[in-house]
């Protein structure tokens, strides 16, 4: 079974209803809903196999007493009470209404049931339902239409990437793959595009191969994390959507004021919300092709003037940061942007005024303190699990001891934070693992500024840290 970010809705069939209600009735009340067993073509889905047809007891109420039907205790276990299936419909008799009960035979109605619908009711009648393709989920198609043998085990969820649902089949299911794409296609409104997920993964931009299963080959997704909009081609850039907490996490950290240096930035789900709640943001990615949709989020995102994109490699961006902000600073933050709503406020209010005739006011650019302006990065972010460590001597010496007012913004160093594998399971032996690791690439010991987050867990023996540490000074000022 692959892990899901979506798992598909079940309905309740027959087995649900009687799970949920098992002790209170017999078996024989139970009306089974599961999908007919498939007996057509392997090769592709007939959906006209899938036809069930039910006939149900209806109690006929007069309009006026629907409410106290539906309201009444006796009632409660009788009433038929099936997903996309409403329990009162038209009487053919224009007049009255058919309250449908779960019962096939007025035989099998309780008598408590009875006793109340023989006294506030019309008399019974039957009801027939015709169940077809649309009624089951997903997975109840699914596990009607597989072999016996892979019902077991078979599918229940994919995760979202925008419109596209991404899933990681294992080898017995490939046969049905694109029954499989063709399933989620059907059944799910916000999907347009089903891939399946193959086990090439770049090795360097960490993006993965994948086949279309089901719907259009389109790739290029909107996204939304955060309250931001991500744009990205899924198939050349790196995403993962379980991710997000740990975006969200990590961002919640930061303060507005604060200059952050995300070194592995992807299509920028650290740098944006950090942009956008303030912070001023170097954003880099080897990947030219995440460099490109990072651009166009900070544009669509309008965090232009707190993001500057870069795309080289993480070792040089990491050396050259400390130098770029102190000579090129960001201005000062000045507290929340306006939301989009307050800027179309604004902008009505001009429109409004140049109507009028009236004196617009030019637009100020809020004066620059140059005491205040942003010149200290306080954060870099390193989430490349597979290599990050490894980039670490890059901060060796980033600071010259020589120039006495860098020198002294960097009294207190920047946070580095970290993300890094580690097979080791338990906290504690994690923990000193990767502090190791750590302070052998650092060339000197952590100091006590250091805590660790536990992400999650990547497969059986694989765990996802993030390790936040302050950067020692002795490592990172650069003798004379
Ligand atoms: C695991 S992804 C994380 C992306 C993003 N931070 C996120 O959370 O979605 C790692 C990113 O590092 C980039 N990358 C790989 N090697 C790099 C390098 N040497 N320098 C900078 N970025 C690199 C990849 O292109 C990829 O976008």
Request: aromatic residues 8%; charged residues 30%.
């Amino acid at each position: 079974m692959f892990l899901s970010a979506v798992r598909l809705p079940r309905l309740p069939s027959a087995c649900a209803i009687r799970k949920s209600l098992s002790g209170l009735m017999s078996r024989h009340l139970y009306l089974d809903v599961e999908p007919p067993v498939y007996t057509g073509p392997r090769d592709r889905l007939d959906k006209d196999a899938f036809q069930k047809h039910l006939s149900v007891v209806a109690a006929r109420v007069r309009p006026e007493k629907v409410g106290t039907f539906l309201k009444a205790a006796p009632l409660k276990e009788a009433l038929l009470d099936l997903p996309k299936i409403r329990t009162v419909v038209p009487d053919d008799d224009g007049t009255n209404r058919l309250v449908l009960l779960r019962m096939g035979k007025e035989s099998e109605i309780p008598a408590g049931a009875l006793e109340f619908i023989r006294k506030e009711g019309s008399g019974f009648t039957n009801y027939d339902i015709d169940l077809k393709y649309d009624y089951w989920t997903a997975e109840e198609i699914l596990h009607a239409f597989l072999p016996e043998e892979l019902r077991e085990g078979a599918p229940t969820g994919f995760a979202m990437v925008g419109h596209i649902a991404h899933l990681n089949l294992n080898s017995e299911y490939l046969p049905y793959k694109h029954i499989i794409g063709q399933l989620i296609l059907d059944k799910n409104n916000r999907v347009e595009t089903v891939v399946n997920k193959l086990n090439n993964i770049n090795a360097q931009f960490r993006f993965f191969d994948m086949e279309l299963l089901a719907g259009k080959p389109e790739y290029i997704v909107e996204h939304h994390e955060s309250d931001c909009r991500f744009t990205f081609d899924f198939t050349k850039v790196y995403w993962n959507s379980r991710l997000h907490t740990e975006h969200e996490r990590l961002v919640q950290t930061f303060m507005p004021e604060e200059v952050v240096a995300d070194v592995m930035a992807g299509v920028g789900p650290f740098a944006v919300p950090a942009a956008k709640k303030g912070c001023a943001v170097l954003a880099n990615d080897l990947n030219p092709e995440s460099a490109k949709y990072l651009s166009i989020n900070v544009t669509n995102n309008r965090v232009t003037d707190l993001v500057r994109v870069f795309c080289e490699d993480g070792r040089e961006f990491i050396q050259k940061s400390i130098e770029r902000v102190w000579n090129a600073p960001f201005d000062p933050y000045t507290g929340p942007k306006l939301s989009r709503v307050q800027e179309e406020k604004e902008r009505k209010r001009i429109q409004k005024l140049q109507a009028e005739g009236k004196p617009v006011p030019a637009p100020t650019k809020a004066e620059v303190d140059p005491a205040h302006v942003r010149r200290r990065v306080s954060h870099f972010v390193m989430n490349l699990p597979d290599s990050a460590i490894t980039f670490l001597d890059a901060f060796r010496g980033i600071i010259p001891e020589g120039d006495s007012e860098l020198r002294k913004a960097y009294e207190l160093m920047p946070m580095i934070h970290c993300h890094c594998f580690t097979r080791e399971l338990e906290q504690d032996k994690a923990e000193a693992d990767i502090r190791g690791r750590v302070e052998e690439k650092i060339g000197c010991s952590l100091t006590d500024e250091v805590s660790y987050h536990h992400v999650r867990s990547v497969a059986p023996s694989k765990e996802m840290y993030c390790i936040s540490f302050r950067l020692p000074a002795e490592a990172a000022v650069r003798k004379a």
